[in-house]
């Protein structure tokens, strides 16, 4: 069984949306905080944004106003609502979960390519 499965990424023009969804397995219980990162070609991975289990959210700089990060703790889903795209948000993006007993879990990574 998958530990997290995630989808909804692809090719967008600049000012386009997408959005990404993150499913989380039954093997993975007591999940905490619920996050989205992602890596661009020679760059380091970077925090996108998180979700705790009550919800309080917290965005990187160069997403505020952009993104959106929620979550649906019965289906055990967090999605990441992505509008205005820039061709600089171009990247791999994973999503991570975190659990109470101190466990994380990382999906296998979705394209999300922003053409000019």
């Known amino acids: 069984q998958v530990p997290l499965v995630e989808s909804g990424g692809g090719l967008v023009q600049a000012g386009g949306s997408l959005r990404l969804s993150c499913a989380a397995s039954?093997?993975?219980?007591?999940?905490?905080?619920m996050a989205w990162y992602r890596q661009a070609p020679g760059k380091q991975r970077e925090l996108v944004a998180t979700?705790?289990?009550?919800?309080?959210?917290n965005y990187a700089d160069s997403v505020k106003g952009r993104f959106t990060i929620s979550r649906d703790n019965a289906k055990r889903t967090v999605y990441l609502q992505m509008n205005n795209l820039k061709p600089e948000d171009t990247a791999v993006y994973y999503c991570?979960?975190?659990?109470?007993?101190?466990?994380?879990?990382w999906g296998q990574g979705t394209q999300v390519t922003v053409s000019s």
């Open positions: 979700i705790t289990t009550g919800g309080s959210t």
């Open positions: 991570n979960v975190d659990q109470y007993s101190g466990g994380s879990h």
């Open positions: 039954g093997s993975i219980f007591s999940i905490a905080v």
